[in-house]
């Protein structure tokens, strides 16, 4: 069972995804914001995990 938080983390992921394809030309990761975003999204999925690693654990 997937945890409110992290499943409210996975949302804010699918977020910054359409903000960095939005708003990044070239969509790649030479584009410093595209790159900064792909980051983010990474390390907020990665949080969303751990919630949920540590949820099953409980």
């Known amino acids: 069972m997937t945890d409110p938080d992290a499943a409210r983390l996975r949302q804010i992921a699918d977020e ?21 975003l792909s980051m983010a ?5 990665f949080a969303a ?7 099953a654990r409980d």
Not at 16 to 27: G, Q, S, V
Not at 41 to 45: H, I, K, N, P, R
Request: charged fraction near 40%.
């Open 16 to 36: 910054l995804r359409a903000i960095r394809n939005r708003t990044c030309e070239p969509k790649n990761n030479q584009n410093p914001r595209y790159h900064r």
């Open 41 to 45: 999204v990474s390390s907020v999925e």
């Open 49 to 55: 995990d751990d919630i949920d690693d540590e949820a």
